[in-house]
């Protein structure tokens, strides 16, 4: 994990007995084509009148003369329509046959085939729907593209993956790491769950850590515990990594006291997993074929309700949040145009005029609404038949539970909240503990273990927090002060 040290897939793996997962939140389901969804009731109320009457917004969108804009595409990358036959004598270009016999090594092999082999297979096979991207995008960094492999040990191949450091996404990005690499991480947008985007930051950041150390394994060694932990490493234990060469510096100084354990298991479980990964006729794992990551893009107004383009473009809402994963309130942002991708196929020629029938107030996140007598944030939230939770993500300003007279308050619609992901604020670096007054729930977090960690009652929670149960749920934001 850059930027901390990572919650590798060695720490999910140390129990023998079982294997959880990855520490991530729910990520949307990808909607097979023959499957048709329900449109919400907000645009089922739209009926087909919208669709005949001109509605003029105030930000255009212009439609490419072929119908298509393109922000950054994943290109398409022919798939056969069956699995390959196996090769007589597969390759990597990183080194693993030479490594296999290794003790670490073989223990993730066997670890991996073993006790871990649902887990492990099932990773790869979600991890195949962007491995040609990945492969594609290391590649013209000039990155090997085995290093593919990294994902799944950071994350499972997972946009939407959680750690406890509060590394996100796939590539396991830290905020200010993120930034560092040219992702946008802000309230509204969380370029770490974007595939692409998070891919081109991690082949940077990897190149970069390759140039710095010489190796690719010492790189990821300082992509998961830290450039400055391994640069140490190797000054003060030169003497013992003196003589080797080339990756086996990381097995040398892996054998003395530089590394963290889990950064010592981190490159030995990459190349476990880049052997299986390459033959894993050899371990019995067989996978299905699936269509390549790739997409369209559309060019839309600022404060647009994502779910109103299931209007525009007939795409279902399942399938626009999976494919707008770093687009965190289902709504544009308040400034600029932003690209908001669809599956291909759907930005057809008539987007923009079909995308100008749709009312302001459909396709608008939101409207602003000035407070006119004191309040709370929840019985504000109560009025508008939403939670408080929901009413802060529209309000990234908003602090404590008090609504002063005069405030302007961002009032969502129902449609965008459909398409929002309940997550936390990314400026916050650590689930579990308090930043401004304000705790994360994690998973298996109850009232009580925050109370006592803040060194107040539950009842001081609840009153704080206008809560009337004794509820909570991972993301929620509690207030411990």
């Keep these: 994990m850059p930027g901390r040290h990572a919650l590798s897939l060695f720490a999910v793996l140390c129990t023998a007995a079982c294997l959880p997962g990855p520490q991530v939140t ?3 389901t990808a909607v097979p084509d023959s499957v048709v969804l329900t449109i919400p009731a907000a645009m089922e109320q ?6 005949d009457s001109a509605v003029t917004l105030k930000e255009s969108v ?24 196996p090769p007589a004598d597969a390759s990597w270009d990183i080194e693993v046959r030479s490594y296999l016999s290794h003790d670490r090594v073989d223990f993730y092999v066997r670890r991996f085939t073993g006790v871990a082999r649902d887990r492990i297979q099932s990773w790869m096979q979600r991890g195949m729907k962007y491995e040609p991207m990945v492969r594609r995008v290391f590649r013209e960094a000039g990155i090997p593209e085995d290093m593919y492999y990294l994902g799944l040990v950071e994350s499972g191949y997972d946009p ?7 590394a996100v996404g796939m590539w396991q990005f830290m905020t200010a790491t993120a930034r560092g690499v040219g992702l946008k991480v802000d309230w509204w947008v969380d370029e770490r769950r974007d595939p692409m985007r998070s891919t081109k930051a991690a082949a940077k950041f990897l190149s970069s850590l390759h140039d710095q150390f010489g190796s690719y394994y010492l790189a990821a060694a300082a992509y998961n515990g830290g450039p400055a932990r391994v640069s140490r490493g190797l000054t003060r234990y030169a003497d013992d990594v003196a003589d080797s060469e080339g990756e ?3 097995f040398a100084l892996a054998e003395t006291r530089a590394l963290r354990s889990e950064t010592m298991n981190y490159v030995p479980q990459l190349i476990a997993a880049a052997a299986i990964g390459k033959e894993p006729w050899k371990y019995g794992l067989t996978f299905d074929s699936v269509a390549p990551y790739a997409y369209d893009s559309l060019l839309v107004p600022p404060a ?3 779910a109103s383009l299931t209007i525009a473009t007939g795409v279902p809402l399942d399938s626009l949040r999976e494919h707008n994963p770093h687009l965190l309130r289902g709504a544009t942002p308040p400034e600029g145009e932003t690209w908001v991708r669809v599956p291909l196929g759907y930005a057809t020629e008539t987007f923009a005029s079909d995308f100008l029938a749709i009312p302001d107030s459909v396709r608008s996140a939101w409207r602003t609404v000035k407070v006119k007598k004191a309040t709370t944030l929840a019985t504000m939230a109560k009025g508008y038949g939403i939670t408080s939770s929901q009413l802060r993500w529209y309000n990234p300003r908003l602090r404590g539970t008090k609504i002063a007279a005069g405030t302007s308050i961002n009032v969502p619609t129902k449609l965008a909240i459909s398409g929002a992901f ?25 009232l ?3 109370a006592k960690r803040n060194g107040v009652s539950v009842a001081r929670l609840m009153s704080l927090n206008k809560l009337r149960k004794n509820v909570i749920y991972p993301g929620q934001s509690i207030r411990v002060r």
Excluded: C, W
């Design 160 to 166: 939407h993956a959680y750690s406890r450091a509060a």
């Design 62 to 85: 212009e439609a490419p003369p072929t119908g298509l804009a393109v922000e950054e595409s994943a290109a398409t990358i022919d798939v056969p329509e069956t699995p390959p036959a």
């Design 26 to 28: 729910t990520a949307p």
């Design 248 to 250: 086996d510096q990381f």
């Design 422 to 446: 309940a997550v936390a604020d990314p400026s916050l670096e650590r689930y579990g503990s308090a930043v401004n007054g304000v705790h994360v729930v994690r998973k298996g977090e109850t």
């Design 304 to 306: 647009t309700a994502i």
């Design 448 to 450: 009580s273990h925050i």
């Design 46 to 51: 739209l009926g087909n009148d919208a669709r």
